[in-house]
């Protein structure tokens, strides 16, 4: 299958025969990248059962690891769940569209298909212009989950989706490089008290303030996968981000674990594994003396967080790209963004920590 890249304006008028095309091509249960405020994400009609089987063949992913459904406008969500829970409302009213994701009970409207056989559904109304066009032109119903390959760095820009989708999918819309550059964040509204699934660019303190209750954080956001328990976000329980090399988080004051990245850095280049090291601006002169063939590269500015979110997954892949064995990490527990980014990179290093 030969993958077209097609530049979209985000203006009906303009992206009026891309729009057609979109149409059409998800109509007849096809796929297409689409961009969003998050991450882009790998599109197929959501109410459609061949959609979603061909979304997990695309993707290389496990069909028990549910789809987000992707709405546009707030009265498409009655069709698909069976009752809107106490305080969603309210979210809604003060997140959405934006980057965050609500798991409510299903009607029976959503195949189990889309939802890997669970009785919930996982909904959001993204805010990117393009990706509102797209949904409203196909159908008010998308299934995305994040257009990558299974395993694999979300994609930020449109050439990421190539390298993971290209001769997979007939279409990839081209809206530029994305601005929150985490996946959404998601909240389970199905049980009795709400629980963060996954942190994201809403954080738990800005959910509690909009709800006025406590919110739980599923103990699998820390990692902790209990083999005995289905997780609550399915995805959780698979590897995730993870560039080819063996990637190492030192966790400690700045000055510590630059230190003692330099030193196992040193010692990795030495024993011929390529090695690579993630800083960030305020710490990357600290690495100045380093073997030249040890790449140092920067993932943001500490002092402005959004910088880390929007570049990490774009550091992961240039890993690979560079073809590091061995990565050394500094961690990033910024105040705001720090938990979602942390989440992403602990992934990413299959959990391997280092504390000085
Ligand atoms: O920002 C985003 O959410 C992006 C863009 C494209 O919108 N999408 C995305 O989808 O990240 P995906 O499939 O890569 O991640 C969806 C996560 C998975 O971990 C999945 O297990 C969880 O959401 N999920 C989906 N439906 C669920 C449900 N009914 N209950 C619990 N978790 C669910
Ligand atoms: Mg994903």
Redesign the pocket.
Known sequence: METEIIRAWGDAEKDAELLRLSGRIISEGGLAA?P????????GDALNPDSARRIYEAKG?PSD??????IARLDSLEYIISRIPEGAMKLFERFWPG?L?V??E?SAAVPGET??G?D???V?M?VHPI?LEFIAATGGYIA?????RSGRP?CTNAAHVMEDMGGRIPLIIDGGEVG?G???T?V?L?GERPVL??P?YITVPMLEEALGREVLVDRAVDGVIDPDIR??????K?THYAPRARMYIVRGSAEKAAERIAKLAEQGSRTGSKTAVIACDETRKLYGGLREDIEVISVGSREKEETIAHNLFNVLRRMDEMGAELVYSEAFYTPRLGNAIMNRLTRAAGHRFIDV
Do not use: F, Q, W
């Open positions: 689409i969003t405020e998050t991450v882009y994400g790998l599109a992913r690891n549910p789809l987000i459904v992707h980057p994701t798991v409510m299903k939802t890997g669970l919930t559904v996982a959001r993204p990706a995305a989950p994040s257009a990558n979300s929150i985490l996946e959404s998601i389970d199905s699934l996954r994201g997780p609550r976000a399915p995805g959780m698979y």
